[in-house]
């Protein structure tokens, strides 16, 4: 079945490490989102990307890095200079950006907890 | 800049009794609008969207929305609401003017009671 897969589901770090979070797709999409939710406040986007080798910053990029070598995958790291961490993180993915009409598609979500 | 506003954070029915979870929208352009539903600790899924077609957009699960650009509203509605239906709503505007990057609400929590 085609779609995104996120791990790991929960993850548990120590202050000061930095983690990666997984996001693979495989619907051939081209753009792919990581955004961070947090209770009330909905999604907010971190980074995203709409071809490989290419990625902009979001609203909330500070403390977080991406990379996207590849079309299926948009690892995210969660750096020991992001303050605040622990949250809830979703990566989407679209058929492409520019068209603006198109559904976006999600993982599951990976939970962070910072001990 | 494009922006969608959820009016309630949260929402109470009983089972049986109509859904209407409120959204207004901020856009200088035409928008393109989404509602999407999203379960415990789960990732979304999309219920419906409008893209400039017939404003009255028909989802999944018997949920619909009336875009109304008068208004700048896009209000979603169920006229019977099941046990199922409790979680969390959210809005979602994009358009050209914010490079189509989707803009997400508050989110709205449904609970629904027997």
């Known amino acids: 079945d085609g779609g995104i897969t996120q791990s790991p589901k929960y993850l548990f770090r120590k202050e000061g490490q930095n983690v990666t979070l997984s996001c693979e797709q495989n619907l051939n999409h081209d753009a792919m989102y990581w955004y961070r939710q947090d209770p009330g406040q909905g999604l907010r986007l971190i980074y995203y990307?709409?071809?490989?080798?290419?990625?902009q910053k979001g609203d909330i990029a500070e403390g977080y890095s991406v990379s996207r070598e590849k079309k299926e995958s948009f690892p995210l790291t969660v750096t020991s200079a992001q303050k605040n961490p622990t949250a809830f993180y979703l990566c989407?993915?679209?058929?492409?950006?520019?068209?603006?009409?198109?559904?976006?598609?999600f993982g599951e979500g990976s939970r962070l907890t910072v001990l | 800049a494009q922006s969608v506003t959820q009016l309630d954070s949260h929402v109470s029915v009983s089972e049986g009794t109509p859904v209407l979870l409120r959204c207004n929208y901020s856009?200088?352009?035409?928008?393109?609008l989404f509602w999407y539903v999203q379960h415990p600790n789960k990732g979304l899924q999309l219920l419906l969207k409008?893209?400039?077609?017939?404003?009255l957009v028909k989802g999944i699960n018997g949920f619909e929305a009336e875009f109304k650009k008068s208004e700048t509203s896009f209000h979603l509605t169920k006229p019977s609401a099941h046990m199922s239906d409790a979680a969390e709503y959210f809005c979602?505007?994009?358009?050209?003017?914010?490079?189509?990057?989707?803009?997400f609400g508050r989110g709205t929590s449904l609970i629904v009671h027997p």
């Open positions: 856009s200088s352009y035409s928008p393109s």
């Open positions: 979602v505007v994009s358009d050209s003017e914010g490079s189509y990057i989707p803009t």
């Open positions: 989407a993915s679209s058929i492409r950006l520019v068209l603006g009409t198109g559904e976006l598609f």
């Open positions: 990307s709409q071809i490989v080798n290419d990625f």
């Open positions: 409008y893209t400039s077609a017939a404003t």
